[in-house]
C-alpha cells in the first residue's frame, strides 16, 4: 500500500511566520486586522467552469444550474464564468462566450438563483497570439487600465513559450492571473522558477482550492502550501467544474486556517482578494524587469 510523502504532512502543519503573514498582508493590501466574512455571500470566485456544454465543465443547463446553486449553498456570491479558451478544448470566439453568458444569467434569474456572473475565460497561453485586444477585452476583469486575463498554467510546466505568450498580453496592456501554477511541473519539480519569474513582471498566481486538500494530488498539494509558504499566490478560486470539483472556497479558507494561516490572510485570499482584483483589477508596474 502506497504511504504519502512524509515530508508533505509538515507542510500544512508548519506554522507560519509573523513576516509570511505580513507578506499576505502587503499582496492583500489589507490592514492587520483583515476582512471579516459576516455574511454568507462573501465569497468570490474567480476561476469557475459554469457555462453549459462548451468545456470539460457542465455538460447541460441542468448541471449548470445545480452548479451555481452549489456556489450559493457554500456562501458564493459572485463567479467568473471561465470556460477553456483553447484549440483543442472550449471555446475559441470570446463574442461567443460573451452572449452564452447573457443566456445564463437569464436562466439563473429564472431559476431564482442568486449568483453574480461574470463573463471571462482561462486562456490557453497559445491563444494570446490568435485573439484581437478587442476578443481579449471580453475575457478580461478588472476597470479600463488595469485589465488583468486568467491564463491556464501548462501541466508539463511553465516555460519559454508560455512567457512569450503573457509578453505579448503585457504588451496588449493586460494583466495576467497565472491559474493553478501548483498543479504545473514548473512548482513539482523547477522550485516555481518560472512562476517566480511570471510574478517578476507583475503577473499574480491563482491558487486552486482542492490542491490545499490533495484534490489534485500530491504533487499539488505539495507544492500549494509550498507557494504559500513562499508568499507567491494572490488568490484561491474553485476551478469548478462539477460534482467531483465542486465550488470550494469555503473548504478552502477552513483548510487554509487548519493549515495555519491567519484569518485576516485566509478572507483575504477567497474573498478581498479576489473581490479587489475585480473591482480595480491588476495595476501594470511590474515588481522587476
Ligand atoms: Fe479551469
Redesign the pocket.
Known amino acids: 500500500m502506497p504511504t504519502a510523502d512524509p515530508r508533505s504532512a509538515r507542510f500544512a502543519g508548519r506554522p507560519f511566520t509573523h513576516a509570511q503573514h505580513a507578506g499576505y498582508r502587503g499582496i492583500t493590501g489589507l490592514g492587520r486586522q483583515g476582512p471579516k466574512l459576516t455574511s454568507g455571500m462573501d465569497l468570490v470566485d474567480l476561476?469557475f467552469?459554469l457555462l453549459p456544454g462548451v468545456d470539460d465543465g457542465p455538460a447541460d443547463l441542468g448541471e449548470s444550474l445545480d452548479l451555481a446553486r452549489a456556489a450559493v449553498h457554500a456562501g458564493t456570491g459572485t463567479v467568473v464564468a471561465?470556460p477553456?479558451v483553447r484549440p483543442d478544448l472550449g471555446i475559441t470566439d470570446a463574442r461567443e462566450i460573451a452572449e452564452r453568458v447573457r443566456e445564463l444569467r437569464s436562466k439563473l434569474a429564472a431559476a431564482r438563483i442568486p449568483l453574480i456572473i461574470r463573463c471571462g475565460g482561462?486562456l490557453g497561453h497559445e491563444m494570446a497570439f490568435d485573439l484581437d485586444r478587442d476578443e481579449l477585452d471580453l475575457l478580461a476583469q478588472g476597470p479600463a487600465g488595469a485589465r488583468w486575463v486568467l491564463v491556464?498554467a501548462p501541466f508539463h510546466g511553465i516555460g519559454e513559450d508560455f512567457h512569450a505568450a503573457t509578453t505579448e498580453l503585457r504588451a496588449l496592456g493586460f494583466g495576467v492571473l497565472v491559474?493553478h501554477p501548483e498543479r504545473s511541473a514548473d512548482a513539482a519539480f523547477d522550485g516555481a522558477a518560472g512562476l517566480r519569474r511570471e510574478i517578476a513582471a507583475g503577473s499574480k498566481a491563482q491558487l486552486n482550492a482542492l490542491s490545499l486538500t490533495g484534490g489534485h494530488g500530491e504533487d499539488a498539494r505539495r507544492s500549494a502550501w509550498e507557494l504559500l509558504h513562499d508568499g507567491l499566490v494572490a488568490v484561491v478560486a474553485s476551478?469548478a467544474h462539477g460534482p467531483s470539483r465542486p465550488p470550494a472556497l469555503r473548504m478552502a479558507r477552513e483548510t487554509l486556517l487548519d493549515g495555519g494561516l491567519a484569518p485576516a490572510a485566509a478572507n483575504a485570499l477567497v474573498a478581498t482578494a479576489p473581490r479587489e482584483l475585480l473591482a480595480r483589477g491588476m495595476r501594470r508596474t511590474p515588481v522587476a524587469a
Open positions: 476561476h467552469h471561465t477553456h482561462e491556464e491559474a476551478d
